[in-house]
C-alpha cells in the first residue's frame, strides 16, 4: 500500500475522481458504503467518502480514528453539499492543537 487512494460515493458524484486516477466505489446506499469500507480499508491510505453516506456512517467510521491509515475523509458530492466534512475537519485540528484554528 504505497499512498493509495479510493473513494465511496455515489456514481455520478465520484467519475471526476476516476478521471484522476483515483479508485471509485459506486455505493448507493451507507450499507452498501459500510460494506465496501470494510473490504477496501487495508488495501488504501486515504478514502474519500462522500458526505451523505458519511454522516450515517459516523459511529462507523470512528474506528478509523484508532489506526494510522486509511484516512477516512469525507467530502461533499454536490456543490451545495453540507458542511460535514468541514465540521470533522475542525474538531480533529481543535483535539490535536487544543485550539479552532479554522474558527471564522
Do not use: C, H, W
Not at 66 to 74: D, F, G, K, Q, S
Amino acid at each position: 500500500m504505497t499512498g493509495k487512494m479510493a473513494i465511496v460515493g455515489n456514481g455520478d458524484s465520484i467519475m471526476v475522481f476516476k478521471a484522476a486516477g483515483v479508485a471509485t466505489f459506486p455505493a448507493s446506499d451507507e450499507k452498501k458504503a459500510r460494506e465496501i469500507l470494510r473490504k477496501i480499508a487495508s488495501d488504501y491510505k486515504i478514502i474519500f467518502l462522500t458526505e451523505e453516506l458519511a454522516r450515517p456512517l459516523q459511529d462507523f467510521l470512528k474506528r478509523f480514528d484508532e489506526e494510522p491509515y486509511p484516512i477516512v475523509l469525507p467530502i461533499p458530492a454536490s456543490k451545495d453539499g453540507g458542511s460535514y466534512g468541514e465540521e470533522l475537519l475542525r474538531n480533529a485540528m481543535e483535539r490535536a492543537l487544543g485550539v479552532d484554528i479554522l474558527s471564522k
